[in-house]
C-alpha cells in the first residue's frame, strides 16, 4: 500500500502532463498503467488490513468499506464531464486529482506507524 500511495500520484501527473494531442498516445498510457497498478495495490493493501484489523467483523467492515467505495465511484460520472470541459482544462484537472492524490499518500505510512493505537481506539478492532 505504501509503494502504491507513492506511485499513485506519479502515474496521474504522468498523464495530466502528457493528454496533449501532439503527444504519443502511448505517454498517457504509461501514466494509467502506473496509476491502474497503483489502484490495485493500494485496494487490495486496504482489503487486507480491514480484514486483519477487524477479523471478527471482517464481513461487516468489507462491506461498509466497499458500501463507500462504490457510492463514491457511482456519483463521479455526475460531475466528471462538467469538470473536464471546465475553464482549467483537461491537463490541470487531471493534476488536481493527481494533487489530492500527493495530499494522501501519508495515509499507509501513519497506519504502519500508529496502526495498534488507532485500532486500540476502535471496540470492534481485533487486538
Known sequence: MMVGAIA???????????SYSHVHWIAPMIGGA?????????YVG???YVIDAFSTYAASAMAAKTFLSRIAGASIPMFVDRYYDSAIGVNWASAV????????????????????KIRAASKKASS
Open 8 to 18: 499513485l500520484p506519479i502515474g496521474l501527473f504522468i498523464f495530466a502532463w502528457t
Open 34 to 42: 502506473i496509476f491502474g497498478w497503483a489502484m490495485i495495490s493500494i
Open 46 to 48: 486496504a482489503n487486507s
Open 97 to 116: 486529482i493527481a494533487f489530492t492524490a500527493l495530499i494522501m499518500v501519508p495515509i499507509p505510512f501513519i497506519f504502519y506507524k500508529y496502526g495498534a
